[in-house]
C-alpha cells in the first residue's frame, strides 16, 4: 500500500507568543523535524499544512532535503480540523494522478509539534491501519485517573483502560471520502481517530516505544531542545 502523510504546522503561535514550528532543534526547524520523520517512514509524498505567509521560508528549508520534491504545502484551515481537510484534499488530487484506489493507500496524520517520534512505531500505525482501517499511536496512562465534575472528583476510572492519545494517526484511504468529505461534522474534532469512532471503525491502538511529546506550552521549549542535541548533536542553525 501507498503511504501518505499530512504534518499539521499551520499555528499562529499564540500560547508561545511565537511560532513553535519554526522552533530550532538542532539546527531544524521543528515542523522540518516532524517531516524527515514522515519522510524516513517510507512516504511518498508529505503534505505540510501550513499558513501561506511561511510558505517562503518553509520552501527554503524544504530545499534542504534529500528529495524535496516529496514535500509540498497547502494552505491551513481556520481549526486543526479543516487544515486536515485540506491536507486531505492533496491526497485526493495525487491518488487520481497516480490512478491509485483509495483502497490502496494509507495517510498518516501527524503534529508538526511531535518531533520526536519514532521511525519504527510510525511504521507499526502504518502496518495496524492497513489492517484495522484506522490506528493511532500513544501510551497507556501511568497515572490514576479521575473523572471530576464541578472540580470534585466523581470516580475513578481502570488506567489499564485509558489510552492516551498521540499522532501519527493513520486512516485507510477507503474511509477518506466518508470520514473527511461526505459527513458534516459539527464540532471540530480535535483527532482523526475521534473521526473514524464516529463510522463505527475500530481504531487499532499502537504503544510508544520512545519519547513522542508534543511540544505545546513554554515550558516544553527546553527539554525539547535539550533533548535535540542528545539525538541530533549541537547544531547551529
Known sequence: MVRFAIVVAAG???????????????GKSMWLRST???????????????????????ESEISTL???????????????????????????GL???MALPPSEALV???????????????DQVFEQAAVHGGALLGRYSRDTVKWVQ????????????????????????????????AQEV??????DSAILESLGVKVACVESTGYNGKVTTPSDLD????????LWGNVEA
Not at 524527515?36 to 518553509?58: N, Q
Open 12 to 26: 499562529q503561535g499564540r500560547r508561545m507568543g511565537f511560532k513553535k514550528q519554526f522552533l530550532n532543534l538542532a
Open 66 to 92: 534529500d528529495n524535496p520534491a516529496r514535500v509540498r504545502l497547502t494552505r491551513g484551515g481556520a481549526t486543526r480540523h479543516d487544515s486536515v481537510v485540506a491536507g486531505m484534499q492533496v491526497v485526493r
Open 150 to 181: 464541578d472540580d470534585r472528583v466523581d470516580r475513578t476510572i481502570p488506567r489499564e483502560r485509558v489510552f492516551l492519545a498521540e499522532t501519527p494517526q493513520v486512516v485507510r484511504g477507503d474511509f477518506i471520502e466518508q470520514a473527511y468529505f
Open 108 to 122: 498518516a496524520v501527524h503534529d508538526a509539534a511531535r518531533p520526536f517520534v519514532s521511525i519504527a512505531d510510525v
Open 36 to 58: 524527515e520523520a514522515m519522510l524516513c517512514s517510507g512516504v511518498s509524498h508529505v503534505i505540510v499544512v501550513a499558513s501561506e505567509e511561511d510558505w517562503p521560508r518553509m
Open 186 to 191: 459539527s464540532d471540530s474534532p480535535t483527532d
Open 223 to 230: 527539554y525539547a531542545q535539550w533533548l535535540s542535541i542528545r
Open 95 to 97: 491518488l487520481e494522478a
